[in-house]
């Protein structure tokens, strides 16, 4: 499941919880947009800041609305026993798939992330995609951790950080036949789908679904100079990420066309200040001409 266009929608909330109307109508958008699949509870998903009844009715909301679009769900956790739990309630709730990220306070060994792994595709009966993001978990996976951790049962697909997408030759030379490379970081895909990267794992694809599918449509049909020059054009949305965050500029652009109420994220994470937001504004109306 982990190719083409994997839209990484929001989990808008509300001083109650979660506000499953609102959550509902982001994936209506996705699931209008033919997306090739969801990933509820990643990054833009907020899904650490969430507890596990939380993270588990996202998981069964998403499957529900999602139609026959797939769905993967975040698993991550500080301890191997909540990721534990967490894939239960996924695949109790219908994921087709799981994303796994090595969430730490203590920094881990190169032997604790291939154990986290380990311990949890073990227990899986759904494939895994594995998640770098060492900008949030300061996990840093070397080559030889990939190709150990994509030797494991039910690993799927690794999710790769932006500075690797000029690596993605290299990178399928060292892993398994079958493992899919997805790339992150918008801005980045792209250049990763052009170098051969089978996946868009998409932060505004979860939100803005149709400005994603300018960039994917093309690059899945091998015109990929069409797709750079589309994700040239959304420059200025790519700066606003690079200044701010992408999980802020989403939360805000979903507050700006209210498809969710203001404010969306959970506390302490207060969202794009109002002088941000006149310049989102000005950007919103630029990429959508």
Known sequence: MFTGLSAFPL?????????????????????????????????????VYLDRASRA???????????????????????????????????NAGAAGVLLAPVSYQPLTPDDVFGLFEDVTRELSVPLAVYDNPATTHVTFTDELYAAIAALPNVASIKIP????????????????????????????????AQGCDAWFSAIGGTLPLLAQGIARPARAGDHPAALRESARLQPLWDL?????????????????????????????????????????????????
Request: proline residues 6%; glycine residues 10%; charged residues 20%.
């Open 241 to 289: 990420f690079a200044e701010h965050g992408s999980y802020r500029v989403i939360a805000a652009i979903a507050e700006h066309l209210e498809l969710v109420t203001r404010p969306s994220l959970p506390r302490p994470i207060r969202g794009l200040p109002d002088e941000t937001r006149v310049r989102l504004a000005a950007v919103l109306k630029f990429v959508a001409a």
């Open 57 to 91: 009715r996202v998981a069964r909301l998403t499957v529900e609305n999602a139609g026959s679009i797939p769905v993967a769900v975040g698993i991550g956790a500080l301890s191997t026993r909540a990721v534990l739990e967490h894939a239960e309630d996924a695949q």
């Open 162 to 193: 932006p500075a690797a997408a000029s690596r993605v030759p290299e990178l399928k030379g060292l892993l398994p036949s079958g493992i899919t490379l997805g790339i992150s970081g918008d801005a980045a895909a792209a250049t990763g789908l």
């Open 11 to 47: 989990t808008p909330l509300t001083r109650e919880g979660v506000d499953e109307v609102a959550h509902a109508g982001l994936t209506a958008r996705l699931v209008d947009a033919s997306v090739d699949s969801i990933t509820a509870l990643g990054s833009t998903g907020s899904y």
